[in-house]
């Protein structure tokens, strides 16, 4: 049986669109028009992904990750669909735990890639089997996607998580925006080098005083540097 999804947005048009095209790729599909009935729905019910819109009356898309993976611990991944188009919101939803941020006008075949591309890779990472990193002040473990800076857990989205990872697999190495969008997000999604971008400058936020163990390398990508 294919995903559960729950879309969050208050245009009956947009929900309407959004449920008949995913219905039809075989998900499971549940609407509501507010953030409030969507906190409701995560207490007693599983979702596999989330849409999520920003702009909503009452508690807004913002303040719904803030509560969610606050309060709740949600894990579900997010992705943001919004008219808010900004650089600043889009990094704002990146640090609230977003994983993925598309603006309205959007392309309904563009969503439903990126909802296959991110559903596929939480399948992969399920796979996997359990790995602990240990590279200085920087403790990974995948098996319980949990990580630590200085012994003190950091909050990070499932994207974000993964950028690091594959960065601490390899110190020193140089990986290119190209390599670090085909090992996170899997293939037939529409990603960016500055979408890739944009996530480090979230991750690094959340880094804070030990952000330079991502170094950026001009024009090539980023490599990750051992810090004791």
């Not at 007693?44 to 803030?66: V, Y």
Request: hydrophobic letters at 40%.
């Amino acid at each position: 049986m294919k995903a559960k999804i729950l879309v969050i947005d208050d245009e009956k048009d947009i929900l309407e669109l959004i449920s008949f095209n995913l219905s039809k790729e075989g998900y499971r599909i549940t609407c509501v028009k507010t953030a409030e009935e969507g906190i409701e729905l995560i207490k007693i019910e599983k979702f596999e992904l989330i849409i999520l819109d920003l702009m909503l009356p009452g508690m807004d898309g913002f303040d719904f990750c803030k509560t969610a993976k606050s309060e709740y611990k949600l894990m579900t991944p997010i992705i943001m669909l919004t008219a808010k188009s900004e650089e600043i919101d889009k990094i704002t939803g990146l640090e609230l735990g977003a994983d993925h941020y598309i603006t309205k006008p959007f392309s309904i075949r563009e969503l439903l890639a990126v909802v296959k591309s991110i559903l596929r890779r939480n399948i992969t990472n399920h796979q996997k089997t359990q790995e602990i990193i240990e590279r200085g002040i920087l403790y990974i473990h995948t098996g319980k996607h949990e990580i630590t800076i200085r012994k003190k857990p950091v909050n990070l989205t499932n994207l974000e998580f993964n950028i690091l990872l594959e960065l601490a697999r390899k110190p020193g190495w140089v990986l290119s925006r190209y390599q670090l969008v085909e090992n996170t997000r899997g293939h037939g999604i529409f990603v960016t080098d500055r979408s890739i971008d944009v996530h480090i400058v979230s991750l690094r936020k959340k880094l804070g005083k030990d952000s330079s163990m991502i170094e950026t390398i001009r024009s090539v990508g980023y490599k990750f540097n051992i810090i004791e």
